[in-house]
């Protein structure tokens, strides 16, 4: 079996109120990954706002972008640079005057790829989502690096086997996960281990649609939340290759095989044993509750 070898980065860091220090750290970790042979690396979501979503009513200025915008400018010259493709999860004011929790993605050229607006919107305590994002409107998105195709989903998106089967079919080879999730101080769920069903559930996609997932999670204390950080990355199989710490700021360079995935795919033969004809019920509206 030929193999196809792709280095990728992750960027887990802890977030603060100063928007500036925010961006000139994250530079400087994208340029350690980049240098380190990373040739796809993804920030977490949000990666230079804190996560303003746990409060409601929030002044929310200061944290818009628009495309191309100052962090489109930035990284900019590190993908030119290193050959290397960015995977900017911002807050985006767009054109048509709608707020939109967005990925934009810069190609090895430097060049801004259409942006990925997240789709699934959570709204629950300290997750006040809906206040300030509209639903995504473009679709999911199908990038390019070089010979690689891939796709990126923005953290609620995770909790839906859909979203990633959907792109699975549509050729993408790694799923990218930006995400901002933790545990709110004090609480604690009566349904059990939140982080372990978190983790489980990106496994599950990976396992199910034979591809590489990656989970980029930011870490530290925010408010009253405590994000996990833990960002990971697995094989095709759903085996854990790499994991972040829960509280260090790290960057995360790990060598995935996607020929791999092919490999997997025909030997559990999910994909050429589905049934679609009897999924129709998926596609239809429920009473929301």
Same mark, same amino acid.
């Given at each position: 079996?030929?193999?196809?070898?792709?280095?990728?980065?992750?960027?887990?860091? $802890?977030?603060?109120? &100063?928007?500036?220090?925010?961006?000139? $750290?994250?530079?400087?970790?994208?340029?350690?990954?980049?240098?380190?042979?990373?040739?796809?690396?993804?920030?977490? /979501?949000?990666?230079?706002?804190?996560?303003?979503? *746990?409060?409601?009513?929030?002044?929310?200025?200061?944290?818009?972008?628009?495309? %191309?915008?100052?962090?489109?400018? /930035?990284?900019?010259?590190?993908?030119?640079?290193?050959?290397?493709?960015?995977?900017?999860?911002?807050?985006?004011?767009?054109?048509?005057? $709608?707020?939109?929790?967005?990925?934009?993605?810069?190609?090895?050229? =430097? /060049?801004?790829? %259409?942006?990925?607006?997240?789709?699934?919107?959570?709204?629950? %305590?300290?997750?006040? /989502?809906?206040?300030?994002?509209?639903? =995504? &409107?473009?679709?999911?998105?199908?990038?390019?690096?070089?010979?690689? *195709?891939?796709?990126?989903?923005?953290?609620? &998106?995770? !909790?839906?086997?859909?979203?990633? @089967?959907?792109?699975?079919?549509?050729?993408?080879?790694?799923?990218?996960?930006?995400?901002?999730?933790?545990?709110?101080?004090?609480?604690?769920?009566?349904?059990?281990? !939140?982080?372990?069903? !978190?983790?489980?559930?990106?496994?599950?996609?990976?396992?199910?649609?034979?591809?590489?997932?990656?989970?980029?999670? @930011?870490?530290?204390?925010?408010?009253?939340?405590?994000?996990?950080?833990?960002?990971?990355?697995? &094989?095709?199989?759903?085996?854990?290759?790499?994991?972040?710490?829960?509280?260090?700021?790290?960057?995360?360079?790990?060598?995935?095989?996607?020929?791999?995935?092919?490999?997997?795919?025909?030997? !559990?033969?999910?994909?050429?044993? @589905? @049934?679609?004809?009897?999924?129709?019920?998926?596609?239809?509206?429920?009473?929301? $509750?």
């Amino acid at each position: 079996m030929k193999k196809k070898i792709i280095k990728i980065g992750l960027i887990q860091s $802890k977030v603060t109120n &100063d928007l500036k220090l925010n961006l000139e $750290k994250t530079l400087s970790m994208v340029e350690e990954a980049a240098k380190n042979g990373a040739e796809i690396i993804c920030l977490q /979501e949000l990666y230079k706002t804190p996560y303003f979503p *746990s409060k409601k009513g929030v002044k929310v200025d200061k944290f818009l972008e628009t495309i %191309p915008g100052q962090s489109t400018e /930035e990284f900019k010259s590190i993908a030119q640079k290193y050959k290397c493709s960015i995977v900017l999860p911002i807050y985006e004011k767009a054109k048509n005057g $709608k707020l939109y929790n967005t990925v934009v993605v810069l190609n090895e050229k =430097g /060049e801004i790829l %259409p942006s990925y607006r997240k789709i699934h919107i959570p709204h629950d %305590p300290s997750f006040y /989502e809906k206040d300030y994002f509209a639903e =995504g &409107d473009n679709g999911y998105r199908l990038y390019k690096h070089k010979n690689v *195709s891939y796709a990126v989903l923005i953290c609620f &998106d995770q !909790w839906f086997p859909e979203a990633a @089967r959907t792109i699975k079919l549509s050729g993408a080879e790694i799923i990218f996960y930006p995400t901002a999730i933790g545990n709110i101080i004090g609480n604690k769920p009566l349904d059990g281990d !939140w982080h372990d069903a !978190w983790e489980t559930v990106m496994r599950g996609h990976a396992i199910a649609n034979s591809l590489p997932v990656v989970a980029v999670n @930011r870490t530290g204390v925010e408010g009253k939340l405590d994000f996990w950080g833990q960002s990971f990355v697995t &094989d095709a199989f759903g085996k854990v290759l790499d994991r972040a710490s829960k509280n260090k700021e790290e960057v995360i360079i790990t060598k995935l095989d996607l020929a791999m995935n092919d490999y997997i795919s025909e030997d !559990w033969g999910f994909l050429r044993n @589905r @049934r679609p004809d009897t999924y129709k019920k998926i596609t239809n509206k429920i009473d929301k $509750k």
